[in-house]
Every structure is written in structure tokens, then in C-alpha cells.
């Protein structure tokens, strides 16, 4: 073994460190003795570099005069930077009310990895899909710890499966018992409940054609989502189908503000979350109210005398979720504890409707948007003899694969999902030549990675064709991710595209839909998910289809 000095390029002064190095080895394990000295979670990305002179091989290394600097990715070791903040609000006003927009600037003038602090609440953002595949992955590096920088922290539960950090016992609970009743399998045995709750909604989208009224696409959609939700997670009927102007259920009211009062304050300082009154003590009676309505809906979509059943048996034969988790066991008998299910379960309702009705609302944006969208997928659905009486399962989703690539597209440049939030567990040099710190929140920010020029071609155009490329068939794996991915992975994502692929296609075979918003569309940036706000169309009942493609 030969002792040699090392350290960081651009940060020589602090990090010179002696390495035992072993003739012996070759380049690639040299890579990997300096990456795990001085944290750099890819070693493969390591150079070294001599007083005039590269480093190529292990015998360079040990031959070197001078301490030897290392690079990663052909770029000194340095901090993310980002824009210089004012006296007290930090760069808040730099990033908010257009926070898409604004991440999307400074990635170009900042770099790849850039830190932001928003009334002291300092995060780190990258659309660099290289760093988002480190940060998922669950490591020695990585985890999801919901700290007070954490997006989720003003809603974090430790014992509900979303909410809560991932080296804990609660979260293996949970996640052992609750993914069961979301697989492919278990979607399937929901696929009459989909088709079933969208066509009993035709009567009001009807009732407002036959009135000549255009109306929110969000607000209808997530009436429509939440009833799909109700059903699934609670066995209950919202009534929001009843009539055109029936109201939205307390419950999704509820969940709605929870999830909004959240955002707002998540977004500002960690002093802002103490204050005794406003928006935090909202939060918390927010909060209380939808636990409580969850509690009850629990209680009373419990059924007496149902037997226990394995796990994946109990998926595929339950009723609801809620009667899933009553007689779901596992290979030792036992359920998920009581303590946990209430929480559980109140995530399963609030993540699975305020995802999916944004989405909706986006497809439909996407569908009245961008020219020959709507006749296409149209035709696809009349040259597969789908119509209002099909009876949907997975395998008939499956042959639709225009519907496919136009719920791909949608996805990338329009996705609901925004700050999939992860913690470093000790300092880390990440793709790139970043430095972060211990306890750093990092949000791939996932408009910007799938927007990102390095790896899509024109990266703003809606074009479904792209899905049939060479290029993206072959693409990093991380970049587009529109339910995350990695062990704290969106679990739910089966459902929620299986869900939007029967609702979605039900109502553009029975209506021609036109958009009669003609104003920039606003999102709204106090809410958890990206939805549209300020988006009307009129849906008009279709008297007449294309004949089948010759």
C-alpha cells in the first residue's frame, strides 16, 4: 500500500486527505476507494488530475509528485448556488407564484442541482435525471426523512405510509399491507367499479349540454376522481353525480384544504408552521376534521363476520380498501395494527383522488389543446369497437396504445406531481460535482427533468410520436418518472393510470369537447399537485362517430 494526498478540486484548502492505494488495483477500484473517502455517490464519474497532468491509471497515481485532485464529471467539487435571497424572505419572491417556471430559469442559470430558501426554509432542487435515480434509491446516502424542509413536513404522519420517514417500523407495516390491494391484479378486480362510476356520471355532463353550459374541468373532475375514490377506499357514494350542481362532499373538501393549507405553509419558513393562529391552527383543525370523517367512514363500511384472508387472496375479494384492511393477514395471522390503519387509510383517499383528477384535468387540457389529439384518440377507440357498452378490463386498456402514448405525453409536460422530497443521510458529491450537506432535502423536480433538452428532443412540444422513438424507448430510466420511483415509488400508480385509461376514454367517445377558456392557463401554486384552475369546456354529446380505418 502507498499513502497518496488527495482532494477536491475547487475545494483544496479543507479536503486533503491521505488514501492508502494498492498497486494492485486497477483503475475502476481506485474510483471506488476515493468515491467512498470522500462520499461521492458515482465513482465511475471520478478523474484525477496532476500537477500538469491527467491521472489514467493506478500507476499514475502512485508515480504522482503532488497531491492529486479529483473531479467528477469533468467539474470541481462546489455548492449548489442559486439566486441571492432578500433580508428575510430569501428567494421567495424568486420562485413563487410561477414555481415551475421559475426552477426551469434557474436550472439554466445556476446549473443542474441548484438551493433555494424560501423564508428560511432552505431546499435543493435538480432536473438532472442522474440525480434523481441516486436520490429515489433508498441508500446509504438517500432516504425519504421528512424534516421541517421536507415538502410533506407540516402534513407528516409516521404512522400512514406516504407521510411518514422511511427507517421506521411503521413504514414496513405499511408497506407490507397496503401495495397489495393496489397490484395489477387487484386493479383488475376494481375495473367494473371505474367503468360503472364514470357512466353514472353522463347524466349531469349531459344535463349541461343539453343547458349549453361550459364548466371547470378541475372542479368536475374532481368530483369525478373523489366518487371513483369513495367507492374504492370507503365504499361510499358521495353524491356528486346527483345533479349538475350537487356539492362536493365535506370529506374532499376537507382533504382538498389539508392539502392546500399544507403547500401554503410548506412553502414558507419553519416559523411560519408555529404560529399559534392563521394558516397553522387551520391546518391542524383541517386535519382533525378529515381524520375524524375517515374514522367514522371506516366504521361504517365495516362489515361484521367477513372472514380473514391472506393478503393478496384478501385483494382480490374485498369489497373497498377498508374492507381489505379488516380481513387482510399476513403469513403470521396478523393484521395491521388499528393504530396505523386510520392513517392509512386516510392517505389512500387523499393521494388517490387529488392525483387523479388533476391528471384528468390535464388529459383534457392535452385533448382540446393540441391539434388532431381529439380525433385521433376518437378513431382509436371506434377502430377497437369501444363504445359506452364496452366492458373494460386491463387487457383492454392494454390494446389502445395511442391512448398510451397521449397519457405518456400528458404525463411528461403536464404532470400533477411536483416535489417528490428526499433527505441526504450524510454529506454526499453527487453526478455533476455537487456538494450537499447532512439533512439536505433534495426534490427532483419532475416538469424540469422531463423537459430537460439534454434528454428529450424538443423538449416543449407535445408530440406522441416521441413515444415511438429509438431515442426515448432507450432513454435514462429516470427521466420521466411521473409517479417518482424507487422503494417510496408512488404506490398507487397502477390504479390511478388504469383508473384515468377507462375515464378518460368513456367520456371522449361520448362527447366532442371544446375548450371555451381561451386565456393563459393558471395553476395553482398553494396547492400539493400542479392542477388547472381557470379551464372550461363545453362537452357536446356526440350524435355521430368516424367509420372504422380501412
Same mark, same amino acid.
Given at each position: 500500500?502507498?499513502?497518496?494526498?488527495?482532494?477536491?478540486?475547487?475545494?483544496?484548502?479543507?479536503?486533503?486527505?491521505?488514501?492508502?492505494?494498492?498497486?494492485?488495483?486497477?483503475?475502476?477500484?481506485?474510483?471506488?476507494?476515493?468515491?467512498?473517502?470522500?462520499?461521492?455517490?458515482?465513482?465511475?464519474?471520478?478523474?484525477?488530475?496532476?500537477?500538469?497532468?491527467?491521472?489514467?491509471?493506478?500507476?499514475?497515481?502512485?508515480?504522482?509528485?503532488?497531491?492529486?485532485?479529483?473531479?467528477?464529471?469533468?467539474?470541481?467539487?462546489?455548492?449548489?448556488?442559486?439566486?441571492?435571497?432578500?433580508?428575510?424572505?430569501?428567494?421567495?419572491?424568486?420562485?413563487?407564484?410561477?414555481?415551475?417556471?421559475?426552477?426551469?430559469?434557474?436550472?439554466?442559470?445556476?446549473?443542474?442541482?441548484?438551493?433555494?430558501?424560501?423564508?428560511?426554509?432552505?431546499?435543493?432542487?435538480?432536473?438532472?435525471?442522474?440525480?434523481?435515480?441516486?436520490?429515489?434509491?433508498?441508500?446509504?446516502?438517500?432516504?425519504?426523512?421528512?424534516?421541517?424542509?421536507?415538502?410533506?413536513?407540516?402534513?407528516?404522519?409516521?404512522?400512514?405510509?406516504?407521510?411518514?420517514?422511511?427507517?421506521?417500523?411503521?413504514?414496513?407495516?405499511?408497506?407490507?399491507?397496503?401495495?397489495?390491494?393496489?397490484?395489477?391484479?387487484?386493479?383488475?378486480?376494481?375495473?367494473?367499479?371505474?367503468?360503472?362510476?364514470?357512466?353514472?356520471?353522463? #347524466?349531469?355532463?349531459?344535463?349541461?349540454? %343539453? &343547458? *349549453?353550459?361550459?364548466?371547470?374541468?378541475?372542479?368536475?373532475?374532481?368530483? =369525478?376522481? $373523489?366518487?371513483?375514490?369513495?367507492?374504492?377506499?370507503?365504499?361510499?357514494?358521495?353524491?356528486?353525480?346527483?345533479?349538475?350542481?350537487?356539492?362536493?362532499?365535506?370529506?374532499?373538501?376537507?382533504?382538498?384544504?389539508?392539502?392546500?393549507?399544507?403547500?401554503?405553509?410548506?412553502?414558507?419558513?419553519?416559523?411560519?408552521?408555529?404560529?399559534?393562529?392563521?394558516?397553522?391552527?387551520?391546518?391542524?383543525?383541517?386535519?382533525?376534521?378529515?381524520?375524524?370523517?375517515?374514522?367514522?367512514?371506516?366504521?361504517?363500511?365495516?362489515?361484521?363476520?367477513?372472514?380473514?384472508?391472506?393478503?393478496?387472496?384478501?385483494?382480490?375479494?374485498?369489497?373497498?380498501?377498508?374492507?381489505?384492511?379488516?380481513?387482510?393477514?399476513?403469513?403470521?395471522?396478523?393484521?395491521?395494527?388499528?393504530?396505523?390503519?386510520? #392513517?392509512?387509510?386516510?392517505?389512500?383517499? %387523499? &393521494? *388517490?383522488?387529488?392525483?387523479?383528477?388533476?391528471?384528468?384535468?390535464?388529459? =383534457?387540457? $392535452?385533448?382540446?389543446?393540441?391539434?388532431?389529439?381529439?380525433?385521433?384518440?376518437?378513431?382509436?377507440?371506434?377502430?377497437?369497437?369501444?363504445?359506452?357498452?364496452?366492458?373494460?378490463?386491463?387487457?383492454?386498456?392494454?390494446?389502445?396504445?395511442?391512448?398510451?402514448?397521449?397519457?405518456?405525453?400528458?404525463?411528461?409536460?403536464?404532470?400533477?406531481?411536483?416535489?417528490?422530497?428526499?433527505?441526504?443521510?450524510?454529506?454526499?458529491?453527487?453526478?455533476?460535482?455537487?456538494?450537499?450537506?447532512?439533512?439536505?432535502?433534495?426534490?427532483?423536480?419532475?416538469?424540469?427533468?422531463?423537459?430537460?433538452?439534454?434528454?428529450?428532443?424538443?423538449?416543449?412540444?407535445?408530440?406522441?410520436?416521441?413515444?415511438?422513438?429509438?431515442?426515448?424507448?432507450?432513454?435514462?430510466?429516470?427521466?420521466?418518472?411521473?409517479?417518482?420511483?424507487?422503494?417510496?415509488?408512488?404506490? *398507487?400508480?397502477?390504479?390511478?393510470?388504469?383508473?384515468?385509461?377507462?375515464?378518460?376514454?368513456?367520456?371522449?367517445?361520448?362527447?366532442?369537447?371544446?375548450?371555451?377558456?381561451?386565456?393563459?392557463?393558471?395553476?395553482?401554486?398553494?396547492?400539493?399537485?400542479?392542477?388547472?384552475?381557470?379551464?372550461?369546456?363545453?362537452?357536446?354529446?356526440?350524435?355521430?362517430?368516424?367509420?372504422?380505418?380501412?
Amino acid at each position: 500500500m502507498v499513502a497518496k494526498q488527495f482532494h477536491l478540486v475547487g475545494l483544496e484548502s479543507s479536503t486533503n486527505r491521505s488514501i492508502d492505494v494498492n498497486p494492485g488495483q486497477d483503475f475502476k477500484a481506485l474510483q471506488k476507494t476515493v468515491g467512498d473517502e470522500f462520499h461521492i455517490i458515482e465513482p465511475s464519474g471520478i478523474a484525477f488530475q496532476g500537477s500538469d497532468t491527467p491521472i489514467e491509471s493506478t500507476a499514475d497515481a502512485i508515480d504522482s509528485q503532488t497531491p492529486i485532485g479529483i473531479t467528477v464529471d469533468g467539474m470541481p467539487i462546489r455548492e449548489p448556488a442559486g439566486p441571492p435571497g432578500l433580508p428575510f424572505v430569501g428567494n421567495y419572491y424568486e420562485i413563487f407564484p410561477d414555481h415551475l417556471g421559475n426552477h426551469a430559469r434557474l436550472f439554466h442559470k445556476y446549473g443542474t442541482v441548484i438551493k433555494t430558501n424560501a423564508m428560511g426554509k432552505v431546499v435543493y432542487l435538480t432536473d438532472e435525471p442522474e440525480v434523481a435515480a441516486f436520490a429515489f434509491s433508498e441508500s446509504a446516502y438517500f432516504t425519504k426523512n421528512i424534516t421541517p424542509s421536507h415538502p410533506l413536513y407540516g402534513i407528516k404522519d409516521n404512522s400512514a405510509i406516504f407521510l411518514c420517514d422511511t427507517e421506521i417500523e411503521n413504514f414496513k407495516l405499511a408497506h407490507k399491507f397496503i401495495p397489495p390491494c393496489l397490484s395489477p391484479k387487484a386493479v383488475r378486480h376494481y375495473t367494473p367499479l371505474m367503468q360503472q362510476t364514470v357512466r353514472n356520471s353522463f #347524466p349531469v355532463f349531459d344535463a349541461l349540454d %343539453a &343547458a *349549453g353550459e361550459s364548466w371547470n374541468v378541475y372542479q368536475y373532475m374532481l368530483k =369525478l376522481a $373523489s366518487q371513483t375514490i369513495g367507492k374504492f377506499a370507503l365504499g361510499m357514494d358521495f353524491g356528486h353525480f346527483d345533479s349538475p350542481d350537487a356539492p362536493m362532499h365535506p370529506a374532499v373538501v376537507s382533504i382538498a384544504n389539508f392539502l392546500a393549507l399544507n403547500k401554503r405553509i410548506s412553502s414558507r419558513g419553519e416559523w411560519y408552521k408555529k404560529l399559534p393562529f392563521g394558516d397553522p391552527k387551520r391546518l391542524k383543525e383541517v386535519q382533525q376534521e378529515t381524520y375524524a370523517f375517515i374514522m367514522d367512514a371506516v366504521n361504517n363500511a365495516t362489515v361484521p363476520g367477513a372472514s380473514d384472508l391472506p393478503l393478496h387472496e384478501a385483494a382480490l375479494q374485498a369489497r373497498n380498501v377498508v374492507d381489505y384492511m379488516n380481513r387482510a393477514v399476513d403469513e403470521k395471522g396478523e393484521k395491521l395494527p388499528s393504530s396505523l390503519a386510520i #392513517p392509512n387509510m386516510v392517505v389512500m383517499t %387523499a &393521494a *388517490g383522488f387529488t392525483t387523479t383528477s388533476s391528471l384528468l384535468s390535464w388529459l =383534457l387540457y $392535452s385533448l382540446v389543446t393540441y391539434p388532431g389529439e381529439q380525433e385521433r384518440l376518437l378513431q382509436e377507440l371506434v377502430d377497437h369497437g369501444i363504445d359506452n357498452e364496452t366492458t373494460w378490463s386491463p387487457d383492454v386498456v392494454a390494446s389502445l396504445s395511442y391512448l398510451d402514448k397521449f397519457v405518456k405525453e400528458s404525463q411528461r409536460i403536464h404532470n400533477p406531481s411536483f416535489q417528490p422530497g428526499r433527505t441526504t443521510k450524510q454529506e454526499v458529491i453527487v453526478p455533476g460535482g455537487w456538494r450537499l450537506p447532512k439533512e439536505a432535502v433534495l426534490v427532483p423536480a419532475l416538469y424540469a427533468i422531463h423537459t430537460n433538452p439534454k434528454y428529450w428532443d424538443n423538449a416543449t412540444k407535445f408530440d406522441t410520436g416521441r413515444w415511438d422513438t429509438a431515442a426515448v424507448k432507450n432513454r435514462h430510466r429516470c427521466s420521466y418518472l411521473p409517479f417518482a420511483t424507487g422503494p417510496r415509488g408512488c404506490i *398507487g400508480f397502477n390504479f390511478a393510470l388504469q383508473e384515468a385509461k377507462i375515464l378518460f376514454p368513456e367520456l371522449v367517445y361520448r362527447y366532442e369537447f371544446v375548450r371555451t377558456s381561451y386565456e393563459a392557463i393558471e395553476y395553482d401554486p398553494e396547492f400539493q399537485l400542479i392542477r388547472p384552475l381557470n379551464f372550461y369546456v363545453r362537452a357536446r354529446k356526440r350524435t355521430e362517430w368516424p367509420a372504422k380505418s380501412a
